[in-house]
Each structure stands twice: as C-alpha cells, then as structure tokens.
C-alpha cells in the first residue's frame, strides 16, 4: 500500500526494483547507488533531531522545508516520524532555450528621468553558471559585479585549509570555501574574483575554476544584467549586483558539470540567495529559467509551495519562464464523454518514456493501453496505491495508480515505458482507450516529460497548447514569463501556456489566478555568449531575465531611491501587470497564452507613463 506522506513518484521509486529505475528518465534522480541513500525534500515543523540521532543527514532551508539524505532501508522511518508532513524525491529540471529595451519601453525611465538602472538591487541568478570575467559584468572601474557566486560543483580538496587566508604559496587552494549552511560546492566573494581578474587569462581558471560550460546562465544574466563598456550592449539592470548560484549535481559522479539541476540543487540555490539578501539588507529578485513538467500543475508541489513561501520573505521577487511546451506536442487535455481516444506517435530510439494522467477522483475510467504491433492491455484500476507491470510486445510499462495526498487533490495514474531487454522501447502509434465507468466532471490530463527530455518525434497526434506551463513556474506567487516576438509583436507558439481564471476541475486553482502573469521579447535575443561575442537566442529562458530586470528598476525606483519601501512581492506582479501592452492578435485580456500582454517598463512604473 502507498504511503500517504511520500508524493506518488516517490512511491513508485521505492516499490521499483534500483536496475529498473536505472533505465528509466527520472525513477532514479535522487538515488545514490555509492551510498544506497535517497536524497528526499520535506515539509516539516517542529524539531528534526531525532532523525540526526539515526545518521541521517538534515539541511533545514527556509518556511518549514528540509533536505535530507537517508539510507534507503531508513525511508519509512523518515515518514513515520510526527514532525514529517510531506515527502517528495527530486526531479530534473531543464532549460527552456532584437534589442528587447526598446520594444518593453525600457528607455523613458534608463535615458531619462528617474534614470533606473538596478543599483542598489540584488539579481540572482540560478543557471548553468556564468563566464565570470567577461566585461559585461564589471563596474566601470573594472571590477566584478558578482557579489558572489556559488559553484556547486566545485569541491574544495578537504585536506587543505578552508579559510581565505591560505599562503599565497598554495597556488589556486587559497580561493573560495563551502557557503556558510551547506555542505558542497564552492563560494567566491567579490574579492576573491576581483583578485582572480587582476591576474593574466590563463591563471584566472586555475585559481576561480567555475565555468558555464553551456553558456546558457551567462545568455541570462547578461540579458538581465549585463553591460559592455563600449554601452553597445546593455542589459535590462545593467548596475545590479549579481549573485549566481551554477546548479548541478554536487560530488564527482559523471555528468556533474553537465547535467541538468535537480529540485534539491534549485530549493538550496533559492535559500542561498535569500539569506544573503538578509545579510546584506538589499531587495532581491531571483531568475529560475528552467523547468519540468511532472506534476498536476496546479501549484501543489512542495517545489511550488517552496516558492510561493520564498517570496514572502524579505524584500523579494521570483520570475520564472513558462517553458517552451507550447507547441512542443507534450500535453493533452479532455473528456472521457468527447474524446475517449487518445494517439500517442513514439519516435525511434526512444529508452524510456513516461505518461502521466491527472484527473478527478470522483471519476472512476476504464483504462486500456494498445501498443503499435496491436498488444493490447486494460489496466487494473482496483489496486488502491498500487503499483503492478505489465508487457506489451518488447516494452515493460510501469505502472503506478496513486490516490489523492494530503498536499495534493488529483488523482494521478503513472505509466512508465521500459525496454524489456535492452534497446528501445517499441516505436509506432500507441493508443490509450478510456471508457466511463462513473464520471462527475470527465475530465483528464494527460503530460509526457518536455521536450528536451525525449525524441522529436515523440508527442501527442491532438495535443493540448493551454496548460503546457512548466513547473514551477505554476506556483502562484511567482511572476510566470512567457515570450513573444518582438518583430512581428505576436505571441511566440513555443512559449507555454496556461489559464486565465481557470475552470480546470482538479488541483489548487485561486479565484482569479492567471498565467502567465505576463510576456517579454524571446526570440533572437542578443546574449553573450562564453567567449566574449553576442549571439542571439530564442526560448522563455531568454524572456524571462528580461522581466527579473525590469522587476530589479521597479525596486530600486521604489525601495532603494525611497518612493515606495513596499514595491515587492505581489505589488511588482500587479504594477507590471497593469504596465503591460497589448499584442497584434490578441483580444481579449487577460488569456492563457500572454496573460495580460506585453512587458513596458515605463507604464509599470507610477507617474512615468508614457505614450511610446
């Protein structure tokens, strides 16, 4: 039987044997096998003690959330005990990959009058790193504009002294230490990069040896805060103070450096950056392009409701990308009473594949499975929390009926495709049959993980574009970016999609709620890139540091130049909701593809409108 306290994902994992979860895209992130341990996330209250006292290891983070590393055979006494509300395992999270100033009227309030630029703000970006001796990210004087940065994957040799007064003799050991509160990587103050840049091109890597091997969290802060000293290129804050926070996966397994961010790495990345906003008194904006679509979407997962408790403290902004499902075939949404057919194409060279279905608990469906060769199964609905396999041709499907959560009011029906010997899982049209057995609403929701986490030509034959947004940039408190096109001032197809006062039937939906809470330019945005040049870029990621920037001159307009102490949180939402533009081809405000239009800094801005 399920437990009630472990998300179903989390149950499936722990009733799956660890050589089936290995073939699998995402039953195993979280798992050690080194170390046969579980790294999970919790929602507590009280005292964790007791669990210290069994050598598990605790990372307690902000609002009531933990980090833990168990062993595995210790999972059921970390839900057993009373102080443990919640549990969930990580997931992986991916990147959703024009001057945009003049096209979200950043120039009435940077050229002139009030003459915003971000000092006095604190923009954290947590990517894949940032080339930290480019020029886009110095001070007129030449120094840095990174106030820290924290590598996770960089390890300091524990033999060697972890203070930052080590002998210049010791060459590069001397530079950075594990952050204050956790327990890897690397952190690099100010000064330590302003030494490093003094020092010849060659030498700075071996004494600061963080590198954005993708190049992809340097596009983002420079598009959200970068600034050349020519002024050829300018970032949307281009006088913030950066803290960068490279995601991955801590120690030296393979992959580390290039691998996708896990939940843990992002929930430690968030907390890293609010604590030094506190230290250092300053207004904080935090960027998250990345994102993930397991889960109901409906703002229950403990990653969204980790955020939504975030930006209640201090003085303190998230915007995160919707993601770039919108036409990427990955979601399907219905009604048994209209659409009981359901045509999944799988590409070749397919390892793995997983389904999801999302849907009232009050409904109770017939569920049948047929594979391309014409293999047909129904699967067994009566198991209550179960999980039961079953082979169809050359693939294994998981599968894993889950029940609604003390967190969660969906019910959710799990299927994950394995080769049965090897290989890759069988190619063709896949078709799931649904059939009412008693329905009050009928509805479901079908989602397959994002693009980058599968073929092509993998997708659903009449995919849904609405709800394609991508966790977590679900969770209600955060300012949820999508992306238009800022030649022809038309809302970009791959930018995800959600709800404006939303009639879904299932999960946490608020009276008014609506997302994306708003748009920016995302296509062919000019970045830097790791070398030194400016290339441009597409996708909600590039969009998304283009708001966080904007976000940064409300606040200092507000916070730092004394208009307005309590321009944060849920008041930046609505002034720069209330800024937006409309956009060629959109009628009606707001709606689930640009939510209520287009950014515009000037309008966002009290008594600075302007008629652009």
Not at 52 to 78: K, W
Not at 201 to 216: E, F, K, N, Q, V
Not at 511 to 528: R, S
Not at 568 to 586: C, F, N, Q, T, V
């Amino acid at each position: 039987m399920m437990d009630q306290k472990l998300e179903n994902i989390l149950n499936l994992a722990l009733e799956t044997p660890e050589e089936e979860r290995e073939q699998t895209e995402s039953l195993n992130v979280g798992y050690s096998a080194e170390t046969r341990s579980w790294e999970l996330i919790v929602k507590y209250h009280g005292s964790l003690d007791r669990l210290r006292e069994q050598n598990i290891v605790v990372e307690e983070l902000i609002a009531g959330y933990a980090i833990l590393t168990v062993p595995e055979a210790l999972v059921d006494t970390v839900s057993d005990i009373p102080e443990i509300e919640y549990v969930e395992k990580p997931k992986r999270f991916y990147y959703g990959q024009t001057d945009p100033a003049g096209t979200s009227c950043f120039p009435p309030v940077t050229m002139r009058t009030p003459f915003l630029n971000g000092r006095g703000v604190l923009l954290a970006v947590l990517d894949s790193g940032i080339t930290w001796d480019q020029e886009v990210f110095r001070k007129a004087d030449g120094s840095t504009r990174i106030r820290y940065l924290w590598d996770q994957t960089v390890l300091r040799d524990r033999t060697l002294p972890q203070d930052r007064t080590v002998p210049e003799k010791t060459g590069n050991v001397g530079y950075g230490k594990k952050p204050d509160g956790f327990a890897f990587g690397t952190e690099y103050t100010a000064e330590e990069i302003n030494a490093a840049l003094q020092m010849p091109a060659l030498d700075r890597y071996r004494r600061i040896p963080s590198r954005d091997l993708s190049g992809h969290g340097t596009a983002v802060a420079g598009i959200a805060a970068g600034k050349s000293a020519s002024g050829l290129y300018t970032g949307a804050a281009p006088e913030a103070e950066l803290i960068v926070v490279k995601l991955g996966l801590p120690g030296n397994s393979v992959g580390a450096e290039e691998g996708f961010p896990r939940t843990t790495e992002i929930l430690r990345g968030v907390t890293y950056a609010l604590r030094k906003a506190q230290q250092l008194n300053m207004p904080l904006v935090i960027n998250l392009s990345f994102g993930n679509s397991y889960g109901s979407h409906d703002g229950s997962s403990l990653l969204e409701r980790f955020l939504d408790n975030a930006s209640e403290i201090g003085k303190t902004v998230i915007c995160v990308g919707s993601g770039n499902e919108g036409a990427a075939r990955g979601h399907f949404a219905g009604n048994i009473a209209k659409d009981s057919r359901i045509e999944l194409a799988v590409g070749n060279y397919e390892k793995s594949l997983n389904i999801q279905l999302w849907k009232n608990y009050s409904d109770v469906f017939r569920i049948r499975l047929q594979s391309p060769g014409g293999e047909e199964a129904e699967l067994t609905t009566n198991i209550q929390g179960g999980k039961y396999t079953l082979r169809l041709e050359q693939t294994r499907i998981l599968v894993y009926l889950g029940e609604p959560l003390p967190y969660a009011v969906a019910q959710e029906i799990y299927l994950e495709m394995i080769p049965v010997t090897g290989g890759y899982i069988d190619a063709g049209i896949w078709t799931i049959r649904l059939e009412p057995v008693m329905t009050v609403t009928g509805q479901y929701y079908l989602y397959l993980p994002v693009g980058n986490g599968r073929g092509d030509s993998t997708g659903f034959y009449r995919s849904t574009p609405q709800m394609t947004l991508t966790v977590p940039s679900t969770a209600a408190k955060v300012i949820t970016v999508g992306a238009y096109d800022p030649v022809y001032d038309t809302y970009a197809d791959f930018s995800g999609r959600g709800y404006a006062d939303s009639t879904r039937t299932i999960g946490v939906t608020a009276a008014g709620l609506t997302k994306p809470d708003l748009v920016a330019p995302g296509v062919n945005i000019q970045a830097p890139d790791v070398y030194g040049s400016f290339l441009p870029v597409t996708g909600t990621s590039f969009a998304t540091p283009i708001v966080s920037g904007a976000a940064a001159l409300l606040m200092e307009w507000g916070i730092v130049q004394g208009n307005d102490p309590f321009l944060y949180g849920e008041k930046i939402k609505a002034y720069l909701r209330k800024g937006a533009r409309p956009l060629r081809g959109e009628k009606e405000y707001p709606n689930d593809r640009v939510g209520y239009g287009r950014l515009c800094v000037a309008d966002s801005l009290p008594q600075t409108g302007t008629t652009e």
